[in-house]
Every structure is written in C-alpha cells, then in structure tokens.
C-alpha cells in the first residue's frame, strides 16, 4: 500500500493556546491551508500529553491508503507471458 500526498501533508501540531495547567492544544494541519483542518477541543497539561491525543485522531482526517494494483496473471512466479509480449520481454 501507498500512501498518497494528500496523507503525507497532513500533520500534528502541539501549541501553547492559553495560560493555566491545560495550556496546550493539538491542531491537525495541511500543508496547503493557512488555517488548522481541526483544533482539539480540550487542552493539556503537557505538550507531550496533547501530541498523543492529537496523534491517536490523526487516522480520522488522513485518506486511506492507495493498494497497489494487482499484477497480470502472467507475472507470477511460475506463470509465462502471453505469446504477443514473450518476444518484447
């Protein structure tokens, strides 16, 4: 499976929002935005602490995976080529 480069430019970002014990919020950001997709809407104690909250919800805003499209019967292991492509291998 690939990952596509929308899922590569998306990412988690710990700020400092406001003062107190639960200063930090985490944001999930694209590279292409200006502005955060999603702002958390609790805040922690620790920058550590809002990076695996942010983290753990990270799956919800990347697209899935791409598979890999499947190879024609004749590329397997054992299998030949059809007669029109064996001279062209």
């Given at each position: 499976m690939?990952?596509?480069?929308?899922?590569?430019?998306?990412?988690?970002?710990?700020?400092?929002?406001?003062?107190?014990?639960?200063p930090f919020?985490?944001?999930i950001?694209?590279?292409?935005?200006a502005?955060?997709v999603?702002v958390?809407?609790?805040?922690y104690?620790?920058?550590?602490?809002?990076?695996r909250?942010?983290?753990a919800?990270?799956?919800?805003?990347?697209?899935?995976?791409?598979?890999?499209?499947?190879?024609?019967?004749w590329?397997?292991?054992?299998a030949?080529?059809?007669?029109?492509?064996?001279?062209?291998l």
């Open positions: 690939r990952l596509s480069k929308e899922a590569l430019s998306i990412r988690v970002v710990v700020r400092r929002a406001k003062r107190g014990a639960a919020v985490w944001e950001n694209r590279d292409n935005m502005e955060p999603f958390s809407p609790e805040a104690a620790s920058m550590e602490a809002a990076y909250a942010g983290h919800r990270l799956s919800e805003f990347v697209p899935p995976p791409r598979s890999m499209p499947e190879l024609p019967v590329l397997a292991d054992d030949e080529a059809p007669e029109e492509l064996a001279d062209a």
